[in-house]
């Protein structure tokens, strides 16, 4: 069985500060691993994905994720946050192909000026 | 193409009636799949259709709730005899079957009271 698990509901960074989400998945084969943010009362944008190349990728609006198999983790970052990341961060798993896509909780990402 | 299109954006609806919401894919994209997201979770698969063929249905899925694809183009998504527990945004996407290819609707927000 697949699953994902985003540890805090809530994180509030200032303004230029680091942002980091966390991810963690359980899956009994090679993952497929996404990062989707969502605006309020809108769907959900995809932010990058790791599709077992390269271990650190990097997606739009200067966000990265490193994969590491013996942590289990695809953690989400940004060197410098901006107002406009306010949001809420979906980790998402996928079947193999790419069918049904499994969804941490998400969490929200305030951000303080 | 103007991206994956969900009708209603929302719905209030008295417990007891029953509803449907639209969804017309991104033209090309033959994979259609409905999920459904409460309030403080991620979204959760309900199920998906290959063309015009409904090949995956979740246990979230009661009999209640009806999903169709006819010809293959839009998607119908019919909840009958609405419950309070059925409140949620319910989302739509599209996929060419591949990781880049995964586009999700902004969504309709449906309210029992």
């Known amino acids: 069985a697949q699953s994902v698990t985003q540890l805090g509901s809530h994180v509030s960074v200032s303004e230029g500060a680091l942002v980091l989400l966390r991810c963690n998945y359980s899956?009994?084969?090679?993952?497929?691993l996404f990062w989707y943010v969502q605006y309020p009362n809108q769907g959900l944008q995809l932010l990058l994905k790791?599709?077992?190349?390269?271990?650190l990728v990097k997606g739009i609006n200067g966000f990265e994720a490193e994969f590491k198999k013996s942590e289990t983790s695809f953690h989400l970052t940004k060197p410098s946050a901006h107002m406009s990341d306010a949001a809420e961060y979906f980790c998402a798993v996928s079947d193999n192909n790419f069918n049904k896509f499994y969804f941490g909780s998400g969490t929200k990402l305030n951000v303080k000026p | 193409d103007t991206g994956v299109s969900q009708d209603p954006r929302h719905k209030i609806t008295k417990r007891g009636q029953n509803v449907t919401f639209r969804c017309d894919p991104i033209s090309e994209h033959n994979r259609l799949y409905w999920y459904r997201q409460t309030l403080g979770q991620g979204p959760e698969f309900l199920t998906y259709?290959?063309?015009?063929?409904?090949?995956?249905k979740s246990r979230l899925l009661s009999d209640r709730f009806s999903a169709e694809r006819p010809k293959g183009s839009f998607s119908t998504l019919e909840i009958q005899r609405t419950e309070q527990g059925d409140s949620a945004m319910y989302l739509c996407?599209?996929?060419?079957?591949?990781?880049?290819?995964?586009?999700f609707g902004s969504g309709t927000r449906l309210t029992v009271v």
């Open positions: 996407a599209s996929s060419s079957g591949t990781a880049y290819g995964y586009t």
């Open positions: 259709f290959q063309n015009e063929a409904q090949l995956e």
């Open positions: 899956s009994s084969v090679p993952p497929y």
């Open positions: 790791y599709t077992s190349a390269a271990t």
